[in-house]
C-alpha cells in the first residue's frame, strides 16, 4: 500500500484514539468541575456559618427590650436585607427585624446551621437559646448561590476549549505514533503478499512434478528430470526467501545502522569472484571495471554486499548463454 492509500487507516487510528482520550479527560474535568462547584459551595457555606454563629455570640451578649426584636450586633457586617433575625418569646410570638420574612413554624426550634427558602430567598439560619426566649439569625444564601453560578459558567467556557485543545493534541500526537506502526503493518503485508507471489510458481512445479511421478510407474530418467526440476525449484525459493528476508529487514531499518567507509570496487571484485562458477556454468563471462581511485562509500558492508549478491545473482540468471555480464564501479 503506497503512502497515500495508508494515511486514510492512519487519521482513522488517530482519531479515535483522540476521542477516547477526549473522553476519559471529559470524564476527569466532569468530576474535578463537580468537585470544584462542591469546594467553593462548601467553603462560602461555612463562612455564612461562621457569621451566623458570630452573630448568635453577638445577640446573646446584648440587652433587648421585652417583646421586641434582638438588636443587630455591631460591626462591619450589620444586619440588612441580606440577613435576619427572628426572637420566638416563651409563648410563642414571633419578633423580627424583617417583617417581610416570616420564619416558617417548622424551623422555629433551629438550632444547627440549616438551609431554607422563605418566598423563594434561600436562607441560611442557626439558633441558640438566650435567655427565655430561642433566637434565630439568618442570612441570604444569594452571594453562594451566584459564586456557584460563576464557577460553573466558567467550567463551561473552559471545558470546549479544554477538551478541544486535548483532542486536536491526541490527534497529532496519535498519526505521529500510528504512523511508523502503520507503516510497518503494510510493509508486512506486503512482504507476505510478494513471498506468496514469488512462492506460488516454484511450487507449482514442485507439485506437478511430484503429482505426475504418483501417477504411474516411470523409468530412471524420468525421475532424475523431475527431481532435477524439484531441485531447481527448492533452490530457487531458498534464494528467493533469503532475498525477501533480506529485502524486509533493509525496509524496516529507516537508517542504516554500523555505517563505515567502504569502497564498492572491492566489494564488486569480491562478489564477482563468487559469482564466478555461477557464470561459468552459464558460459557468462564477467566484466568488472572498477576506478582506480576508489569508490569510497559510507554504508554497511554486509548490506552492500548482500545487494551486490542479488544484482549479480539476476544477471547470471536472466542473461543468455555465452554473454558477458558486466560490472562497473565509478567514484
Known sequence: MTGSAARPEVARLSTRVALTATALVAA????????????????????????????????????FPDGGPRPRPPGDRPLGQERAIWTISADGSVATDQPDLVLPAGSRAVTSPTTISIDGLPLRIAGASIGDDHVIVGESLEPVDDARMTVVLGEILI????????????????????????????????????????LRTPLSVIEANASLALTQDRDASWYRRAFEKVDAEAKRMRRLL??????????????????????????????????????????LSLDVRTDPQGAIVAAPPDWLDRLLGVLLDNACKYSPHGGIVRIAVAG
Do not use: C, M
Open 242 to 283: 533469503e532475498d525477501l528476508l533480506w529485502l524486509a529487514r533493509f525496509d524496516a531499518t529507516l537508517q542504516p545502522a554500523n555505517s563505515e567507509p567502504v569502497d564498492v570496487g572491492v566489494l564488486a571484485e569480491q562478489a564477482a569472484d563468487r559469482f564466478a562458477p555461477v557464470a561459468e556454468a552459464k558460459r
Open 159 to 198: 471545558a470546549p476549549v479544554l477538551l478541544a485543545a486535548v483532542f486536536l493534541g491526541a490527534v497529532t500526537i496519535g498519526r505521529r505514533v500510528a504512523t511508523p506502526i502503520e507503516a510497518a503493518r503494510r510493509r508486512q503485508l506486503d512482504f507476505t503478499a510478494d513471498a506468496s507471489h514469488g
Open 28 to 63: 476527569v474535568y466532569l468530576v474535578i468541575a463537580v468537585a470544584v462547584v462542591a469546594y467553593v459551595t462548601s467553603s462560602l457555606t461555612s463562612q455564612v456559618d461562621g457569621r451566623l454563629t458570630e452573630t448568635l455570640e453577638h445577640v446573646a451578649a446584648e440587652p
